[in-house]
């Protein structure tokens, strides 16, 4: 199953996220329920998943293609953050793989 939400702070696009979900589990999976909301706690109230600390992300950088520019408000060129995640379940099975681009003059990440 596949899913791509727009994230907007004050209506402006912040961020474009792309997840791809296993439908074997997440048979039932209601896109609608999570357009407004967190789409992490929908899936761990709905269906009752945890993410495995064995979870990994990896932030890289690139500039906006046309494309990506049109979608986020941007400059073609401009940069563009690229958050990709990997979630597992405790068990060590795969829950859902995203791959976040992020408006790179709009978001700051802190550890």
Known sequence: FFLERLLLAD??????VHTWLPTRL???FDPNAVE???????????????????????ISVTAAS????KTLRLS???PVLILDSYMEAPDGSPLYISREY????RY????
């Open 66 to 69: 046309p494309d990506m520019a």
């Open 108 to 111: 700051t990440i802190s550890f």
């Open 102 to 105: 992020i408006a790179g003059s």
């Open 26 to 28: 997440f048979p039932d």
């Open 36 to 58: 407004n909301g967190s789409f992490f706690e929908y899936i761990k109230a709905t269906y009752s998943c945890t993410i495995a600390e064995s979870s990994r992300s990896t």
């Open 76 to 78: 073609s060129g401009d």
């Open 11 to 16: 209506s402006i696009p912040v961020i474009d």
